[in-house]
């Protein structure tokens, strides 16, 4: 260039050419700032559609954090976007990490003021911004309607990608894509449109999810393997998320500690996801998606839930314990009485059972102190168990296989610890189990005498920790202990009479 060759000593520096110097950098100069001046036009534009969404019937609808803001004041100060990661960083584009929060503030407020927009504006005092007409809430019904389930994603698949591949059928509302703790996609996703007609064009080009069995749903299967890894890690860190992990967190930008906003990302799609969309690895996977009507999902999805708790209750009726003999003789006395005194009206029951209820706090509390002077002797087995108990459930299986399959009264034992006390139902068993043999180096003792007494006091020292809250024990889930002993089962040992 000229200027280069006036350097180089090549040209004679003279006022004619020093003037055409001063004309280049200064049209160089305007170049760079009519770019500057496009580029955050174009960050304005995307800003105002970040907010136009985040005022929008469908995201209203779906968040948490700013629906109670909204029913409490109409205009919601343009600070409290400052938070949401989206907005952040937009205007870390323009302004750069290290721009305050006013300087911020007043770059949102140009972006509203510079940017028309159709469904949301300033206030008059310039640092409030609303929705021009008031939000009315749709009913599940209508959004179902108008909503598609779609799974079999590519794996690259984000918000932007599901916006821009189904635009073609029409207006789309809201896109929700369901996430692993790890960041990573779960592989399904729902689609959000502006009537059910588009659902229904978009259902047609489509090949329709298999509904042969609702447990191989995408939604389905991996509900079921974050609740499996979440029960098998117990709430340790997953191994091998860690790379997606980082990944999704340096995508991340947070301005301070409050937490911004669950809710889709939105905006124009970037040009890499549109080279994305073209390129063949991406059409070859796209072949593979499966779509169904979110009204059909639900569905399937409810018929699923119901075909496990039908489950779940034939599973607990069959592994419901026999009933001991003090029960039986207990029930058997019942219905003697009943019998004797069948001539009693409908009324005196109802009389009898809401007097119940009245002292039903006095019987329980009088149970309870029946249960501590009740001690009876002889019924506490001692094992000692070499090198401790490495689990609890293999020991009551254990236990149980020592009797014969007899269910004991309680098994108390703890893992590491070699001494294991087991409460029997009645002496005889407590004899039974003594000299069972349930393992290699197991020994079985009758306790009695001040041995014994001494861990009757630990018992009810024990309860009264529990019920006064010193000691919180936690307990599974009813479904859990089900599994648990289901599993078991599988390896234990059958006895016929």
């Known amino acids: 260039s000229l200027l280069q060759e006036i350097m180089a000593g090549s040209v004679v520096s003279s006022p004619h050419t020093t003037e055409k110097v001063m004309v280049s950098e200064e049209h160089t100069k305007t170049k760079q700032e009519k770019k500057a001046r496009k580029r955050r036009k174009g960050v304005y534009r995307r800003l105002v559609k970040q907010m136009e969404f985040y005022f929008s019937d469908a995201n209203l609808r779906q968040s948490k954090f700013l629906l109670p803001l909204y029913q409490s004041d109409p205009m919601i100060l343009l600070s409290t976007f400052l938070t949401f990661n989206r907005v952040a960083s937009m205007l870390g584009e323009i302004l750069g990490e290290e721009a305050d929060e006013t300087t911020r503030v007043a770059e949102l ?23 021009k007409t008031p939000f009315t809430p749709t009913l599940p019904t209508q959004v179902d309607s108008c909503t598609m389930y779609v799974e ?78 979440m029960y098998k890690d117990k709430g340790r860190k997953r191994k091998g998320d860690d790379g997606d992990n980082e990944q999704s967190k340096a995508k991340k930008v947070k301005t301070n500690d409050t937490p911004p906003v669950d809710s889709e990302q939105c905006g124009d799609a970037p040009e890499e996801v549109a080279d994305m969309i073209e390129g063949e690895g991406l059409k070859k996977e796209v072949s593979d998606i499966r779509v169904l009507s979110k009204v059909q999902w639900k569905k399937l999805r409810n018929n699923y839930l119901n075909d496990q708790r039908k489950n779940f209750a034939a599973l607990k009726n069959s592994l419901r314990k026999p009933r001991t003999p003090h029960v039986r003789e207990r029930v058997e006395v019942c219905d003697v009485k009943d019998t004797k005194d069948g001539n009693k009206t409908e009324d005196s029951k109802h009389a ?27 019924l506490i087995v001692k094992l000692t168990v070499p090198g401790g108990v490495d689990n609890i459930q293999k020991l009551k299986q254990a236990v149980r296989e020592g009797l014969g399959g007899e269910a004991v009264a309680y098994v108390d034992g703890k893992v590491g610890v070699e001494a294991v006390f087991v409460r029997c139902v009645d002496k005889e068993q407590a004899s039974k189990l003594a000299v069972a043999e349930m393992g290699d180096g197991w020994k079985g003792d009758v306790i009695a005498g001040k041995e014994e007494q001494e861990y009757h006091a630990k018992i009810e020292r024990d309860k009264e920790e529990k019920r006064s809250g010193k000691v919180v024990v936690k307990k599974p889930k009813n479904k859990t202990k089900l599994i648990q002993k289901a599993e078991s089962l599988k390896s234990a040992h059958v006895y016929f009479d």
């Not at 978009?202 to 079921?224: H, K, M, W």
């Not at 009898?352 to 002889?378: L, Q």
């Open 109 to 131: 407020t140009k972006a509203l003021s510079v940017v028309e927009s159709d469904t949301i504006l300033l206030s008059e005092c310039q640092t409030k911004v609303g929705r």
């Open 352 to 378: 009898i059972k809401s007097e119940d209820s009245k002292v039903g706090v006095k019987t329980n509390i009088a149970i309870k102190e029946e249960a501590k002077v009740d001690i009876k002797p002889g």
């Open 152 to 229: 079999n994603l590519p794996t690259e698949a984000d918000h932007d990608y599901l916006r821009n591949f189904f635009s073609s059928y029409g207006e789309i509302q809201y896109v929700s894509l369901p996430k692993f703790r790890s960041g990573r996609s779960k592989g399904f996703a729902f689609v959000e449109f502006g009537s059910a007609e588009v659902v229904e064009k978009a259902l047609a080009d489509f090949t329709s999810v298999d509904i042969a069995n609702p447990g191989e749903l995408a939604s389905v299967r991996t509900f079921n393997e974050e609740k499996d890894a």
